[in-house]
């Protein structure tokens, strides 16, 4: 660490200060007028920082490299559009609960509010989307509010946080005094203790329940429980289903994992949970694409909630018992107390609702020469022994993802979950690697949204990042066409998108770019992309019209779900030819 | 139903807006919202009354909590236990021929009159939001010209203990104007 003068410094040496004694060493961001005195400080420094090609990916490079190791992440901008083009990916953090701290620079104290040139009002702009907000206009606030933030955004439920500094404050001087900016106002509203008698009502429960199940959100990574998540399931032999951000919470290979609930949720996961008596959710928020229609969500289920945000708490789903705490520590307090048990009935019950779903599964389809994404996805986890850490963008490829690479890792799945936005995965997966340099990283993205921020290909090479790149090519915004040729009789507005050449567009970057149409050639060029030095990019070129099944479609009941169709090809059990 | 919140925040620039755009956000649907000093220099104090059930009511209490600088919120009902205040100023017509009935109104509902013009009076009104309610449905006829009220502040009946300590607001932001 940099040692700190005693005297005076100026707020952007303070900026840097604080930064190094929160314990970062990598920034994401891109310079401007108004951030120019901390970029000029910042050579004083041992902080890394990645130059972007937008502002856009600084957040979501910050949010990768956030939900890859558990750290703060920390983005860099200047004002006016630098800071509007952080929006998009502050409203990712907020949703998927990612701890950040946004700095930006503002105009000079004097012209604020005067509409003065890359001025705008981003506190306004960015309160929806953040847990918290400051505008700092003096040197010495900067400390105590970069103190604060960082306690904002780690605390309860982690988020985003943005911190606005002026020109002057930056310029102006003030003496650090570390200690006595100590943040206490996050500690206000942390959870009450344990309320005991809501713990002897959810025991109660789960003593009496038959045909209970485990509802595994993101709250289980976020609070670092997934032993006493495993503990509670094989104690009481409960098994879980998982939301698309709990995919790696707990490990998908476990003989009680289900698999995925929700909208593109297995079947016999969605029948589990609408047949139950009990729900155990944990550190999940009820979405409306893991319950579909409310009213006839799990309707024999008691259901406990346990979650660290009081507001999730009976927002959508009334509960009969809910507790508002991190649930590490309620689980460990419940455990001793949870009663032994057999459920081999109920879990019997399960695997028969499974029937023939593994034979309409397509990743069993015979190889007829039709490249599918599913197959990617199943080969993928195969080819990396399901030790990769996976970012996927959004649509079609992320739901196939989703269902075919079996996470078991804590951290392996880096998706936007809430938000859903395009254009995610290239720069997160950048982050997560940077992260976590020893990690095998892989970006899964579609046409459409890899199209969206590819230019940060070139901050891969420039920061000598290696991630390897499946581009899901089937020539549409699929997610989008599905629900054209579902539910508005196949009129496809606006969904056929023309790519690049993604291999000669991944040479101009300086990147290994091959391209694979046929199942055959699959293993091949995974092995390559592993192997070769620096970031390489596989366009598979996919299926144009397949759908994600199974389906619930927006509105509809849990349980009513459009199956994949069983065409008379399908085989009895496929050859895999991995 | 109604549901009167009451909402201690830091006295710090924005805070205001934090709140109002909460509200907004989630889709509460404010019916009176007061914000003012209080005992303490650096706390603010706002009475938020808001239409809703119940469950909703105590979604947007929680909601509050989460502001950073929300230090403390109490849930009040409508009713004996707490006690509720509106202030409003009535422009009513009130010519020669109709002034004296009019005063007599006033003084039934223990009223002032705090401006006379040659044809109308302006009258200042304390008091429960039935009893505000109450004078502007009875002075309606004689044709009501402007009407302001505060909104509601409300307070808990009998003893309470004080809020919590003191966490010292950053001063951060612009401008001289709290909240």
């Known amino acids: 660490m940099t040692k700190a003068p005693s005297g005076p410094q100026s707020g952007a040496q303070l900026i840097w200060e604080s930064l190094i004694r ?152 003030a003496t650090m005094d570390w200690e006595a900016a100590e943040p206490r106002r996050h500690l206000r509203h942390l959870p009450a203790p344990l309320d005991q008698e809501a713990l002897a009502q959810a025991l109660d429960l789960i003593r009496g329940a038959r045909r209970p199940i485990i509802l595994a959100g993101h709250g289980i990574q976020l609070s670092g429980a997934r032993a006493e998540v495993l503990a509670l399931a094989e104690r009481a032999d409960i098994p879980f289903a998982l939301t698309l951000l709990g995919l790696g919470a707990v490990p998908a290979t476990h003989p009680l994992s289900l698999g995925m609930m929700g ?109 599918y994404a599913a197959h990617v996805m199943h080969d993928l986890w195969r080819l990396t022994r399901g030790e990769a850490v996976v970012v996927t963008d959004v649509g ?37 690697k940077l992260a976590r340099p020893e990690a095998e990283v892989w970006v899964v993205a579609g046409d459409g949204g890899f199209q969206m921020t590819f230019a940060e290909l070139m901050t891969a090479v420039q920061e000598d990042v290696k991630v390897n ?58 092995e ?44 009895e059990t496929g050859q895999d030819p991995v | 139903m109604s549901h009167v919140l009451v909402v201690y925040t830091d006295d710090e620039p924005g805070v205001l807006t934090r709140v109002a755009s909460l509200f907004r956000r989630r889709g509460f649907n404010i019916h009176s919202l007061t914000v003012g000093p209080t005992e303490r220099p650096d706390v603010s104090r706002m009475t938020v009354v808001v239409d809703t059930d119940e469950a909703t009511a105590r979604r947007a209490v929680e909601h509050l909590r989460k502001l950073v600088n929300v230090l403390e ?17 009535i422009r009513v017509n009130a010519g020669p021929a109709r002034r004296s009935e009019v005063l007599q109104l006033v003084e039934v509902f223990r009223a002032n009159v705090v401006d006379i013009a040659e044809d109308s009076l302006v009258i200042e009104c304390t008091g429960s939001l039935g009893k505000i309610e109450a004078l502007v449905d009875t002075l309606r006829p004689f044709g009501i010209i402007e009407l302001g009220r505060t909104g509601a502040v409300a307070m808990a009946r009998g003893t309470r203990t004080p809020i919590k300590a003191a966490i010292a607001p950053l001063r951060t932001g612009t401008g001289s104007m709290s909240v």
């Open chain 1, 22 to 173: 929160e314990g970062v060493d990598i920034v994401f961001g891109y310079p401007g007028g108004a951030i120019l005195p901390t970029y000029d400080a910042m050579t004083e420094y041992s902080v890394r920082h990645v130059l972007v090609r937008h502002e856009q990916s600084a957040v979501h490079m910050a949010d990768g490299y956030a939900r890859a190791s558990g750290r703060v992440g920390v983005v860099v901008a200047t004002s006016g559009p630098g800071a509007t083009n952080l929006v998009t990916g502050l409203a990712t953090a907020m949703l998927d609960s990612t701890p950040l701290v946004a700095i930006t620079g503002q105009v000079g104290s004097a012209l604020l509010g005067t509409d003065a040139f890359q001025e705008v009002d981003i506190t306004g702009i960015t309160l929806p989307v953040t847990k918290h907000n400051y505008l700092v206009t003096r040197a010495e606030d900067i400390v105590p509010a970069l103190r604060e933030a960082f306690a904002v955004a780690r605390s309860g439920r982690p988020g985003p946080v943005l911190v606005d500094i002026t020109k002057d404050a930056q310029q102006g001087r």
């Open chain 1, 263 to 371: 909208m593109h949720g297995e079947s016999w996961v969605n029948r589990a949970i609408q047949e139950a008596d009990l729900l155990l959710a944990l550190g999940m928020r009820f979405d409306d694409r893991v319950t579909g229609k409310l009213k006839e969500y799990a309707p024999h289920a008691k259901k406990i909630h346990i979650d660290i945000d009081a507001s999730e708490l009976n927002k959508l789903v009334p509960v009969d018992v809910a507790i508002a705490a991190d649930l590490g520590d309620v689980l460990r307090a419940l455990l001793p107390q949870v009663p032994v048990a057999d459920r081999s009935e109920w879990l019997g019950s399960i695997r028969e609702w499974r029937g023939d779903s593994a034979v309409r599964d397509i990743k069993n389809l015979p190889d007829d020469g039709h490249l």
């Open chain 1, 396 to 432: 079609q490829h992320q739901m196939w993802e989703a269902q075919y690479y079996k996470h078991d890792g804590e951290r392996s799945l880096i998706t936007s979950g809430g938000a859903g936005t395009m254009g995610f995965a290239l720069p997160a997966a950048i982050g997560a």
């Open chain 1, 469 to 526: 790149i499946a581009v899901i090519n089937n020539g549409y915004l699929g997610m989008v066409r599905q629900w054209q040729a579902m539910f508005y009789e196949g009129r496809y507005a606006a969904t056929p998108i023309l790519s690049p050449d993604f291999v000669k567009l991944a040479e101009a970057f300086g990147v290994h770019g091959q391209r694979v149409e046929a199942r055959g050639d699959l293993a091949a060029a995974v």
């Open chain 1, 528 to 571: 390559t992309a592993r192997t070769v030095r620096g970031t390489a990019l596989i366009e598979f070129k996919v299926e144009q019209e397949d759908s994600v099944y199974p389906m619930v479609p927006a509105g509809a009941a849990l349980h009513d779900m459009i199956r994949r169709p069983a065409p008379s090809v399908l085989a």
């Open chain 2, 73 to 89: 919120v109490q849930q009040l009902g409508i009713g004996r236990s707490n006690v509720l205040r509106d202030l409003a100023l």
